[in-house]
């Protein structure tokens, strides 16, 4: 496949907004997850949740579109220059000429469930100037980025769960190859909720304690919340970070499990490798999806064991963001190019004794080493992976 | 983008199937809405079967007609979904639930909430491990999953399997978000023309200003302009016609997504 250059990209999570925060909270190894103190949700287990978005509304044109999955939105799109990067794209190609490709799982459904404690008992209907089109509806990310940056090309939310922002990157591809934009935003937002607080807890699927992934006594994932963008292009040949392969599959096995050998996880990393021409020697490093789910764990172990054996290091940051959901792929995409920058692979802090069980070589202490290929994997509900590969140009 | 029809797949009231729509939407014969009555897919096990939401059932029901009409195997089928919001009624079950004290969300309900839960049981239903992606781009959407399927399926240069489907919101949320009735489509884009062949249609976007098209039939036009997967419903009406023609649907920031439709075995 043809590579597309990363040429500006951002992310905001428990971490920190931008990537200087988000690069200094990696290195310094301290897990920022806590008690859950969001909003009303009285749950035994940690988040990772970003700070000060009550202090952020929405105004102006798009005073509408306010709410926290947008708020996670505006701020993220502030920080690095990523608005600055884009409207000089505009300039290079044109506002029709850029896509949005956006992810999210529950987009703004938290003012939906706020409203819902208020519903009108005469009628048991929302008031109609509810603003559903620019909040709750899944839709509602993509539409608000385009606006927000004032592109008028091909917009689109992907929502298949936890591969959600993974996904943009292989469907912008395939838009720019196929001449429908010359250029993408991609990525997208996933905002805390109680829809997904008191779901997975439903499934028991959240941890008490912080998440830890690969850990012998991993108990479950911790929920996060994190927005990240990139600027997709044609290569410029700057030396920068590259999408050099994506590879998507279905496991056609479980609603909310894995296929327990990893059968789809295989899949999507082969399929990935072969976009790429790569051979997995080629990778240096696997940004595992690793949740800390007991069997979400083992199955993605299976599959990196039998393509990297003991050998290729990997690793899952979501000891350090939680896992936030949809977001999870532009977040680990972000930390891929980090990691390819600035030479380091990510540790996993919370994660104290490595399960003698799993066979890859999980690096919970992380390590200072030249990355030039990273391999991101992004695992969801409903079965659907997607694994991307980002390299040296 | 040149791409090639091979099944098309159709359930909506009145409309039960492409076999038994064609008449209807050729002008043959009268349209008469009908209430829907959705069941099951057989290919699905009995467990998942008690599980499945109506959204499901209607995006199983035209997907499958759509692979047998093209007489593909799901299995090997890449699919992209698509709908202008999720599953009304299980968002609608979890949102009361969260609103009362006791906040039990079913497990079940839980993961039937996401987006993508009809891609997921479809590749159950059918074991299918190829790709499949979710989207929703509001009223959009049908014009959305157009490009997306169409690209999909020239970079892969295999056969894939487009998805759209809605269904009106139970009352709370259609207060905000009305959707007229249920609809749904499956449609099979093939890279190259082969004895399957039922159109050729060329998609293409459009810049503003585009004038998207409308139809004669008032009921029909209710339906179209009612629900946004029905966006589909004037390239569906020429495919029944059998003529050649363009037909617009429309996209996001006011611009359109073009089809010229050249149909070759409109008799199939």
């Known amino acids: ?292 789910t007991k069997v979400g764990d083992a199955a993605e172990d299976r599959a990196v064991a039998e393509l990297y054996g003991h050998v290729t290091p990997c690793s899952s940051t979501k000891g350090l963001t939680g896992h936030t959901l949809g977001a999870s792929g532009i977040v680990e995409a972000v930390i891929s190019a980090l990691g390819i920058l600035h030479g380091f692979i990510p540790a996993s802090p919370t994660t104290e004794v490595v399960d003698p069980k799993l066979e890859s070589r999980y690096l919970s202490e992380g390590a200072e080493q030249k990355l030039r290929r990273v391999m991101s994997n992004s695992f969801g509900f409903g079965g659907g992976n997607c694994s991307l590969i980002f390299g040296r140009a | 983008m040149e791409l090639y029809l091979e099944g098309i797949g159709l359930c909506a009231g009145g409309l039960p199937n492409w076999a038994e729509s064609r008449d209807v939407l050729a002008g043959r014969s009268p349209y008469r809405s009908d209430e829907l009555v959705m069941t099951a897919s057989p290919l699905l096990p009995p467990a998942e079967r008690r599980r499945t939401t109506d959204t499901v059932k209607l995006a199983m029901t035209v997907g499958s007609e759509a692979i047998a009409h093209a007489g593909l195997r799901a299995e090997d089928t890449a699919s992209v979904f698509t709908s202008s919001g999720g599953d009304g009624r299980t968002i609608t079950a979890i949102l009361e639930v969260l609103a009362s004290p006791e906040r039990e969300v079913s497990p079940t309900r839980f993961h039937n909430s996401v987006h993508n839960a009809p891609a997921g049981y479809w590749s159950i239903a059918t074991r299918c491990r190829e790709a499949s992606t979710s989207i929703c781009a509001y009223d959009f959407s049908f ?25 009106p919101y139970p009352p709370a949320l259609a207060a905000c978000r009305p959707v007229a009735a249920p609809f749904g489509t499956g449609l099979v884009l093939a890279p190259e023309r082969t004895a399957r062949t039922l159109a050729s249609l060329a998609v293409a976007l459009r810049r503003p200003p585009v ?4 139809l004669d039939d008032p009921a029909l036009e209710a339906l179209r302009a009612g629900v946004p997967a029905a966006s589909a419903l004037p390239l569906l009406l020429a495919l029944a016609r059998g003529d050649a023609g363009e037909v617009v649907v429309p996209y996001v920031a006011d611009s359109g997504v073009a089809v010229h439709v050249n149909p070759v075995a409109y008799d199939r």
């Open chain 2, 211 to 214: 004038h998207e098209t409308v």
């Open chain 1, 1 to 292: 496949m043809q590579q597309l250059s990363l040429s500006h990209f951002t992310v905001t999570s428990a971490l920190g907004s931008g990537l200087g925060a988000t690069l200094a909270a990696l290195r310094s190894r301290r897990s920022p997850l806590r008690p859950c103190d969001f909003e009303t949700a009285a749950l035994p287990t940690h988040i990772g949740a970003v700070d000060g978005l009550d202090a952020y509304p929405i105004g102006g044109a798009l005073a509408a579109y306010d709410c926290r999955n947008n708020r996670l939105a505006q701020l993220t799109l502030d920080q690095d220059g990523f608005r600055a990067a884009v409207a000089k794209a505009v300039g290079r190609y044109g506002a029709a000429r850029i896509g949005v490709f956006a992810g999210t799982s529950t987009a703004a459904i938290f003012e939906t469930e706020q409203a819902f404690r208020r519903l009108d008992l005469a009628t048991g209907a929302l008031p109609p100037d509810f603003p559903y089109r620019e909040t709750h509806n899944t839709f509602s990310i993509a539409d608000f980025v385009q606006r927000a940056l004032g592109l008028e090309g091909p917009a689109v939310s992907i929502s298949a769960a936890c591969a959600s922002t993974a996904m943009t990157f292989a469907a912008a591809s395939r838009m720019i190859e196929f001449g429908l934009c010359d250029a993408a935003v991609v990525g997208g937002v996933d905002s805390l909720c109680l829809t997904t607080l008191y779901g997975f807890h439903a499934l028991q699927l959240t941890a008490e304690g912080p998440c830890r992934p690969f850990d012998a006594a991993r108990d479950g994932i911790s929920i996060g919340e994190a927005g990240g963008f990139a600027l997709l292009e044609r290569d410029g040949g700057d030396g920068g970070v590259s999408l050099l392969g994506f590879g998507e599959s279905s496991d056609a096995y479980h609603m909310s499990s894995p296929h327990p050998e990893g059968l789809g996880a295989r899949r999507a990393m082969e399929k990935a490798l072969a976009a790429a021409g790569l051979r997995p020697s080629d990778i240096d490093y696997v940004n595992l999806h690793g949740t800390a």
């Open chain 2, 143 to 167: 014009a959305a999953g157009l490009l997306e399927a169409a690209t999909r399926v020239l970079a892969e240069r295999r056969a894939t399997l487009l998805v759209a489907y809605d269904l």
